[in-house]
């Protein structure tokens, strides 16, 4: 069984920075990557930014810039470096893992997912 627990969230204003963790515990029995989801209130679950075992990145639009993936192998963590933050950010931000291919952002593809962490930006 595959767990992961996203911390970091907070209530921050405008302008301020923001670091999300999110670290996996359990056997991933394939390469995996690792990504980052939000979900605004009354609104959709959308993808924000994704990191490949080889480091590779994508993020959304929204976010190209302003936040910046990394992850650390060795504690299968990701983490979301959040800078610049807008009110738009907020959400409850979750942690997702794929076995499948890199690049895919349609949440049905992501077999483990995090409980979410909660992210306010005041204006």
């Known amino acids: 069984q595959v767990h992961l627990v996203e911390s970091g969230g907070g209530l921050v204003r405008a302008g301020d920075s923001l670091r999300l963790s999110c670290a996996a515990s359990?056997?991933?029995?394939?390469?995996?990557?690792m990504s980052w989801f939000r979900q605004a209130p009354g609104k959709e679950r959308t993808f924000v930014s994704s990191?490949?075992?080889?480091?590779?990145?994508l993020y959304a639009d929204s976010v190209k810039g302003r936040f910046t993936i990394s992850r650390d192998n060795a504690k299968k963590t990701v983490y979301l470096q959040m800078n610049s933050l807008k009110s738009e950010d907020t959400g409850v931000y979750y942690c997702?893992?794929?076995?499948?291919?890199?690049?895919?952002?349609?949440?049905?593809?992501?077999?483990?997912w995090g409980q979410g962490t909660q992210v306010t930006v005041s204006s």
């Open positions: 997702a893992i794929s076995t499948l291919v890199f690049g895919t952002q349609n949440i049905r593809d992501f077999q483990f």
């Open positions: 990191i490949s075992l080889d480091y590779d990145t």
């Open positions: 359990g056997h991933i029995y394939s390469p995996y990557h």
